[in-house]
């Protein structure tokens, strides 16, 4: 279906949570490299060009995005869902497990 048609975007929707967000942008059309940048502008042009569809692509890259994050804290092991933990310590956490523990990077 054209870009244009609301309908395109939301199928995408409810195929989303079949397939997962990492696969789901594996699978557009573009090279493997670019395939995130890819799929990303091209909803963001989307959007900005304000036609029918625009709410639905909106609410489908919220949701792609939402999505990826959950599945990358997954992947590192960190618990979203903790709900004895406030935001502070969650991301005092996040860093302790990429390996950073709170030193600040050279540039």
Do not use: W
């Not at 395939?35 to 959007?47: D, P």
């Not at 900005?48 to 709410?55: D, F, K, T």
Request: with cysteine; glycine share 8%; charged share 35%.
């Amino acid at each position: 279906q054209p870009s244009s048609r609301r309908g395109k975007y939301i199928a995408l929707d409810c195929l989303l949570p079949q397939v997962g967000a990492s696969k789901f942008i594996e699978l557009s059309n573009s090279t493997e490299r670019e395939t995130s940048k890819f799929l990303i502008s091209s909803f963001v042009n989307e959007i900005g060009e304000r036609g029918n569809s625009a709410s639905a692509v909106a609410e489908l890259l919220g949701k792609i995005l939402s999505m990826l994050r959950e599945e990358m804290h997954d992947k590192a092991g960190i618990d979203l869902h903790r709900p004895e933990e406030n935001k502070k310590d969650r991301r005092k956490r996040e860093k302790n497990a990429s390996g950073t523990k709170g030193k600040k990077e050279s540039i």
